[in-house]
Every structure is written in C-alpha cells, then in structure tokens.
C-alpha cells in the first residue's frame, strides 16, 4: 500500500479525523516520549484536533528494547487499540511499528527471527508524525530493537505506516546538536543508498535529490534555521527513508550500531563519524558522487559540531569492530571492506580521554 502523505500544518487537523475515521480516542494507542512530545509543541496541536488525550505508551528508552516491546504489546492489547498514532523521532516511529507488528500479530520477536517470512493477520492503521529530520522511519519497512548490545532489524512491508504528517514546525524545538546527528543520518542514508548493492534507479533518484536537500540545508538548519531549511531537511530525511526501504543501507551504518550501544552516541552522529573514510574508500574504487568527497564531508562534521575522537585506543575500538559489524549491511557494500580499512578507521577514530557531548534528556535519536 502506498503511504498517505500530508505536508504542513494547515489542513493536518482534518487529515488526524480522517486517518481515524470511526476508531474513538480511547481505542488510538499514541506512542510518543513525553519531553520531545511537549517541546515540539504536538502535544498542544493534537490535544486540539482530538478534544482529549488517548492512551499512551511511553515506557522506553532511546535505543529500543525487546523488553520495552514487549510491554508496549502489552499496553496495545490492554487498550484494545484500534490505531496507533506515534509522534517523535526515528526511536519512537520504530517502537510504535514494533508495537503495531508484534501486537497486531501472536508473533515474538524470537518467532519472527527464527522464520522472518511468517505472516499472520493483518495491521492497526498507523499514523506517523516525525518530531526530528534524520531517521525516514515513517518511510521504511524496517524498525531497529535491541536485545542487549545486538541490534536486530525487522523487516517486513506490512510494517510501513500507512499513513504520515510531515510538520517542519515539529522540528523546531531541537536543538542543534540533535538536528545535527538527525541530519547526518538522513545524509549517510542517501549517500549509502545510492551506492548500495541492491540500490535501483528509483531508490537513487530518492537518494540524490536527499543528498542535495541535506547538503544544501543542514548546515544552516542547525546554526541559524529557518522554517524553510526544516522543511527541506525534513523532506531530505524522508526521501532518504524512501531509498533506504528499497535499496538497504551499507557499511557506514554497520559499524555504527556498536558505536552506538558502547558510547552512548545518537545513531546519526556514529554513523557519520564514519561516513567520511567509507566515501573515501568507494572514491578509490572509482565510485563518484558527484563530487562529494571525504574532505568535503570532514569539513561538513565539523561546521555542525560532530568531529569527535572515541576514549578508546585504536586496538579497542577496532575489536569492537570485527565483533560487531552488521554482516547483512556490510554484504551491501559494493566495496570489500578489508581488515586494513577496518584498521584505518579504528585509528582515525580512537583517542582516549575525549569528553563526551552534553546529554540531552529524552532526545529523540
């Protein structure tokens, strides 16, 4: 099914009424996190549009747990939900499509590992309403879950929101250090997209026109924003979604997830930390990008405040490495990636001592 999309605030009222059609408030489970759901200001706009607050499940942490899943089902099922309204970033559009799968379905986690194309049932309509500009989850077929340091990614068209809101306003409120991270994960997703293995002429067309978005906006989005640059990396960030659910993403992201687990970075910041020596290596291996090369995106990191070194030594971070990449993201990668590289960016990386970035309660990754 296609995805029904609206853009902008006018009209976004009558679009929630409509996505619920005949479903009551108290059978629409909303999935969100309380501070980011307040400081965009969609508590106030959807309080509003529904006269009263529904049932909620905001129970999880930034990274999500198959446990913070399974409780999440739990509140589903107790509900009775009907449909699911999620509003908030990459982290809590996939919790709400995990919710949505797994409690739609008498599925777990581990039956769905064990045979990934078992079907059963169909899903809650689900409405998503991203709060930050990077993740393009409202346009993927994917939701990421931890079950303690290993990231799993179920995978399944069925879990796609039908329906999506796309409101530059809703942005606003993040800082510049999450509109960074946020901006470089839609950036590293176009940019993988568009040299991914499995990567079709549909999924480069999304992807070019994220990374000219991106790079084009993301570095006044986050030092002086206007709502047009919002507007334009919100767009970039879905188009980049858009790619990402056809084509995968590679090996930038499949060291990433390590960083993210060990460090405590937000997804978008790990993986652009790498993306500059993986640019390079495909550069090397005559694969262009318009002239987008590792210099320009070193200079680019540093613009939006993201150069950082990791308080590892290189011998550290490059077991983290080897023990830990993704293998089906890394299977992607139209280049081998070889021990040497693994290596190089170990070293490029590692520095001990480097003082973590300022914590941002209840960022949305």
């Known amino acids: 099914m296609t995805p029904r999309i609206h853009r902008g605030l006018d009209g976004s009222g009558e679009y929630v009424r409509r996505f619920l059609g005949e479903v009551p408030v108290e059978r629409t489970l909303l999935v969100c996190r309380p501070a980011s759901f307040e400081q965009s200001g969609a508590r106030e706009w959807l309080t509003d549009i529904l006269g009263t607050r529904p049932?909620?499940?905001a129970a999880f942490s930034s990274n999500p747990k198959i446990e913070e899943v399974e409780q999440g089902v739990r509140r589903f099922r107790a509900t009775g939900a009907k449909a699911i309204i999620a509003v908030g970033g990459g982290s809590i559009l996939d919790m709400a499509k995990l919710v949505n799968y797994f409690g739609s379905r008498e599925l777990s986690l581990d039956e769905y590992l064990a045979n990934p194309t078992a079907r059963s049932g169909p899903l809650r309509p689900l409405l998503a309403i991203p709060t930050t500009a990077g993740s393009g989850s409202e346009a993927t077929r994917f939701a990421v879950v931890y079950r303690g340091l290993a990231k799993y990614s179920v995978s399944d068209p069925a879990i796609r929101p039908g329906h999506v809101l796309l409101v530059?306003?809703?942005?606003?409120?993040?800082?510049?250090?999450?509109?960074?991270?946020s901006g470089m994960d839609a950036l590293a997703q176009g940019i993988e997209s568009h040299w991914a293995v499995e990567a079709t002429a549909a999924s480069r067309g999304y992807a070019r026109e994220a990374i000219r978005l991106a790079l084009t906006h993301l570095p006044a989005a986050v030092d002086h924003p206007t709502l047009r640059d919002r507007s334009a990396m919100l767009e970039a960030a879905h188009l980049a979604g858009k790619a990402i659910d056809i084509s995968k993403t590679t090996g930038a992201h499949a060291f990433s997830y390590i960083l993210t687990s060990t460090f405590g970075l937000p997804h978008g910041h790990a993986v652009g930390l790498l993306l500059p020596a993986f640019v390079r290596l495909h550069h090397q291996a005559g694969i262009e990008l318009n002239g987008i090369d590792d210099h320009r995106l070193r200079d680019l990191m540093r613009a939006i405040g993201l150069d950082r070194k990791l308080p590892v030594t290189t011998d550290?971070?490059?077991?983290?490495?080897?023990?830990?990449?993704?293998?089906?993201?890394?299977?992607?990668?139209?280049?081998?990636?070889s021990a040497e590289f693994i290596r190089t960016i170990a070293a490029g990386l590692a520095e001990k001592g480097f003082p973590p970035h300022p914590a941002q309660p209840d960022a949305d990754p």
């Open 55 to 57: 049932p909620v499940f």
């Open 168 to 181: 530059p306003e809703f942005t606003a409120s993040a800082s510049p250090y999450q509109t960074a991270c």
């Open 316 to 337: 550290e971070l490059e077991t983290l490495f080897n023990q830990h990449v993704n293998l089906e993201r890394l299977a992607n990668n139209p280049v081998p990636v």
